[in-house]
């Protein structure tokens, strides 16, 4: 039998931090054992909101750096820039002809950044269709993502139906893939929010190539609370039950272990731990990524575009045959 795709996408937006890690990347590198996998640095989706086009060309190649450095093998899974491959822009089109506007005038995410200040363009506004674009165009049936796309991926499987109701039955309909723990890893300076890129408190996230140092100093000032026990409890200590979260994903520990070692340990020694956890998960990518240099990524990246551009194309011609664009 044929092993299934996976699909995922990273905006090279910023750092990557340690919740699209945890919550996203980890599984990605995992995956590949088992599936084919289609990861992808989404450019295109990045530029919906205000840049410079200088800092990008930087920041896209240092994302796709920190993707490899962090275990995509590029030798097994297709890896390349979002914009480098067209069918992913002409299969948002064909999609975009059957989302209702209602349907977007839901997303959850584009309303956030519109009250955040971004201009409210068409691009923002349809960006979960290029989002299930991306996915549906290789047929992917496994989206490892964070919980702050799950609306996304809803709407991406209501495409699906959507389009082989009328079309024929051509794409799976594809299911998310979310962690159990650190789902939503939170941020360190405000713990009811989440983990984010674009919190201008650089104390709020620890970055995936941060220095142990620098992690340990971020995770000891973490927001916690007054009741110095150790406990899960989302509701009444979202500090330290994210802590517990990332200590659990980075140690492979169940919660309630963690809770048992160090319950009335005090703070600042359960700070520590999840400190030693998170340096020792992080600590290979670090030099991983020392060892990569940028000519050597954007050849990687190149080869990835022209495999990429191969195979989507093969798929491409069945959603335009069955949506009549076949070539004559
Ligand atoms: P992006 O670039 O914001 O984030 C990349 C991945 O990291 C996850 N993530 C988190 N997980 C847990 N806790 C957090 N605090 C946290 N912050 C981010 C995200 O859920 C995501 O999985 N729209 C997507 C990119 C995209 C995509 C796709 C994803 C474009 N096309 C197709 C999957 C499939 C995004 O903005 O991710």
Redesign the pocket.
Known sequence: MDRQTV???????GN??????????RNWVKLQDSYDCVY?V?DL??ITVDYDPKQFEQDRIEAAKVLLAAGIDPDRSLFYF?SQVPQHSELSWILGTMTPTGVLNRMT?YKDKVAKGEAANLGLYS??V???A??LLYH?SL???????RQ??EM?RDLAERFNNRFGNVFPVPEAL??ET??????LADPTA????SDPNEKS?VLILDSPDVVRKKIRSAVTDSDPDVRFDTEEKPGVSNLLEIMSTCTGRSIDSLVDEYGSAGYGKFKDAVADAVIAELAPIRSAYQNLDDDEVARIMRRGALDARTKAEGFQQIAREATGLAAI
């Open positions: 699909f995922s996408g990273l905006q090279p937006t990557v931090h340690l919740g699209n890690y945890l919550g996203a990347l992808c989404v989706h990045a979002q995410q960006y979960p290029l989002m299930a991306d996915i992917a989206v490892p993502i964070g919980d702050d796309q996304h991926l991406t979310i962690p650190t789902a939503r890893v939170m941020s989440k983990m984010s890129k996230r």
